[in-house]
Nanobody, 111 residues
Framework: QVQLVESGGGLVQPGGSLRLSCAAS????????VAWYRQAPGKQREFVAL???????DYAASVKGRFTISRDEAKNTGYLEMNSLKPEDTAVYYC?????WGQGTQVTVSS
């Protein structure tokens, strides 16, 4: 059974950094396309970033220049490096790949 498992969330002060991971497990599954979404309390889930199978990346305007998406195909893992975090980045972050969602990891940015 294929699963996506996020990790790396936590509490961080404004201006801080976090690195989220999305580990894929299951036979025959390769994490070559990965997207990250987030959902803040009372809001809809929104797109954050993606990396396509050819390595092309795209970012939401609100995170461009602060977040970096990457993947390690050998480890079957996707990453989201988040820098210069702001309180408005607080949300549950989900990874998405091959029509599957992870369970989410909480990111809280607060002093």
């Amino acid at each position: 059974q294929v699963q996506l498992v996020e990790s790396g969330g936590g509490l961080v002060q404004p201006g801080g950094s976090l690195r989220l991971s999305c580990a894929a497990s299951g036979s025959g599954f390769s994490i070559n396309y990965v997207a990250w979404y987030r959902q803040a309390p009372g809001k809809q889930r929104e797109f954050v970033a993606l990396i396509a199978s050819d390595g092309t990346t795209d970012y939401a305007a609100s995170v461009k220049g602060r977040f970096t998406i990457s993947r390690d195909e050998a480890k079957n893992t996707g990453y989201l490096e988040m820098n210069s975090l702001k309180p408005e980045d607080t949300a549950v972050y989900y990874c998405y790949s091959d029509s599957r969602w992870g369970q989410g990891t909480q990111v809280t940015v607060s002093s």
